[in-house]
């Protein structure tokens, strides 16, 4: 696994398995992943957490042949930047048949398994996401 | 501010390298470079170096001592040597430092060098200490690789441009041609556009042979002020710019996925700082580190307009005798990516060229050269422009 520690996984679990950004009611942009700090107004921001709706488009994507440590398994897999509806982009791993994937493809969340680290015997869960 | 120049230059031999350690293969670097400028150790007033993850790769840091150590620097002379890390623009950063250093008055002559061992672990392990230098939180989790976030950008700039697999493909090719003349490539041989669409799929749509390899090698130079350059060398080459600028940590918070701002700005300050524009440039080594990197750069840096690196590459005009050769070294596809090492190598091959001493890669007339390095998947982005006259 691209490792990460219980505590620094945990620390972020609920963005994680909820899809919680942060909105600045000063400039109203929304952000995912969540910021401490405004990007845009810096020390001006205001931020407050916000719960995304998930919907989103696919901006681009790759098939992932020749995986990163943990990830063998799983291979080919699709990984994708989308684009959600209130603006900001993550990556995420799509479940789709790599055939069927299309750039602007609209696209929905769902929780899974991200994956497992043999060592420490943790099983990470986050968002995923599925064509719409 | 005092004008600064390069007056001697190594790089080692890049490769798997089983038999030498990091502190052997940055030391012969070194040497080799006091050499060339025919420097004491006594002169020297300080060591930078660029080095992404002794941490990682071999368990060791501290790596500015070290070499200060091994360089016999340490013990009786106690030279300062300062690490410094942007991922793959390491030693582009190590270069900036060095300059900053003599430029201010502070230091006179400095080492700048950038060192990295990566093959003393498997490659799988090499990948992931790789992934580092995107976010490991928020990329790195989800399954993202270093080929995979360039096979995204990849993905949209031929959809949006329609490039083709094949003209990606001439990267490589024409890179392979470029290594084959240059005696420290990982890679001396020639391959085809069949060869890289037929080699496997790393992340679609980029094949094992639309990336750089994973690579041992070590590179430095020796940085003096202009006015004293000549007492060391005859054909000392001149920083001209240097110029560095930061984007997102992810590739997906950038404002275009297929522009590098960072290059497109450090290009700026860079041609600005210099007084010169794109057409000026007589060859330039870019961050190639994946085949549609090269296309990227090239737009990004304002040799050809955004969209038509496929096209210009394809054409020819990046090759050695086209209208702006490109990574006449072999670049990171074909003379390999030690990623510490890559922004130093990068300048020693200009300078080479410059001088005139780069044989059958040799650009004629090559007055002008530049060099472009990146970190990461573009939140680093660090540019030099170096001339023969001052
Ligand atoms: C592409 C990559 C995954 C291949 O690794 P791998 O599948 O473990 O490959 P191996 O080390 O098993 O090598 C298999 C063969 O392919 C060759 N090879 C490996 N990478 C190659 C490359 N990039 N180009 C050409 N040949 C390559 C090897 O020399 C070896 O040949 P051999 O069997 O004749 O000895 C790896 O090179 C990589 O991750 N590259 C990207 C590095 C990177 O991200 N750098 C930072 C960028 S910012
Ligand atoms: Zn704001």
């Not at chain 1, 897999?77 to 609209?106: C, F, N, W």
């Not at chain 2, 990091?22 to 050499?35: C, F, N, S, Y």
């Not at chain 2, 790393?202 to 007492?231: E, M, Q, R």
């Not at chain 2, 990046?318 to 596809?333: E, Q, R």
């Amino acid at each position: 696994m691209i490792t990460m520690s219980v505590p620094r996984f945990w620390r972020k679990q609920v963005a994680r398995y909820n899809l919680i950004g942060t909105h600045c009611t000063n400039c109203k942009t929304y952000y995912y992943p969540p910021r401490n700090m405004c990007p845009k107004c810096r020390r001006d921001g205001k931020l407050e957490n916000f719960k995304f709706s998930g919907k989103g488009e696919i901006l681009t994507y790759t098939v992932i042949h020749t995986a990163a440590e943990g990830f063998e398994k799983q291979t080919p897999y699709v990984l994708g930047i989308v684009k959600l509806e209130e603006g900001p982009s993550l990556t995420s791993q799509i479940v789709a048949d790599p055939e069927d994937m299309k750039i602007g493809m609209k696209v929905r969340p769902v929780f899974r398994k991200l994956g497992e680290s043999s060592e420490k015997g943790m099983i990470y869960y986050g968002t995923k996401f599925v064509p719409e | 501010m005092r004008d600064v120049a390069i007056i001697g230059v190594k790089t080692t031999r890049f490769g798997e390298n089983w038999d030498v350690s990091l502190r052997d293969t940055i030391t012969e670097a070194g040497v080799g470079a006091l050499e060339d400028a025919r420097v004491t150790g006594e002169e020297i007033d300080a060591i930078i170096v660029g080095n992404m993850s002794g941490g990682q790769f071999i368990e060791q840091e501290h790596i500015g001592a070290l070499i200060a150590d091994y360089a016999g620097l340490a013990k009786e002379l106690h030279v300062p040597a300062t690490r410094v890390e942007a991922a793959c623009a390491s030693g582009g950063l190590a270069l900036r430092q060095g300059i900053h250093a003599v430029a201010s008055g502070l230091e006179d002559i400095v080492v700048a060098a950038g060192v990295e061992k990566m093959t003393d672990i498997s490659s799988t392990s090499a990948s992931t200490a790789l992934a580092a230098a995107a976010d490991r939180e928020w990329e790195g989790i989800m399954g993202a690789t270093f080929p995979g976030l360039y096979a995204m950008i990849a993905r949209l700039h031929m959809h949006k441009y329609g490039t083709t697999s094949e003209q990606l493909a001439q990267v490589a090719v024409k890179n392979h041609a470029n290594g084959v003349h240059n005696p420290i490539a990982q890679y001396r041989n020639k391959i085809s556009v069949e060869d890289v669409l037929r080699s496997i799929m790393v992340a679609d749509p980029l094949h094992i042979f639309d990336c750089s390899p994973i690579t041992d090698g070590a590179s430095a130079v020796i940085l003096a002020p202009a006015d004293i350059a000549h007492k060391y060398t005859d054909t000392p080459i001149y920083v001209k710019a240097t110029s560095q600028a930061s984007d997102t940590i992810a590739l997906h918070d950038r404002k275009d996925i297929t522009t590098l701002a960072a290059s497109v700005e450090a290009g700026k300050r860079a041609f600005k700082m210099a007084k010169l524009t794109p057409n000026d440039i007589d060859l330039v080594e870019v961050h190639d580190c994946f085949t549609i990197a090269e296309i990227c750069a090239i737009e990004d840096l304002g040799f050809v307009k955004k969209g038509e690196g496929g096209k210009f590459t394809e054409e020819g005009n990046t090759a050695i005798g086209g209208k702006i050769p490109v990574n006449t070294s072999g670049g990171l596809k074909a003379c390999g990516h030690p990623v510490g090492a890559t922004g130093i190598k990068q300048a020693v091959e200009i300078v080479e060229q410059l001088r005139g001493d780069a044989g059958k890669r040799q650009v004629d007339g090559a007055e002008i050269g530049m060099t472009h390095n990146v970190g990461g998947s573009g939140a680093t982005a660090v540019v030099h422009i170096f001339s023969r006259d001052r």
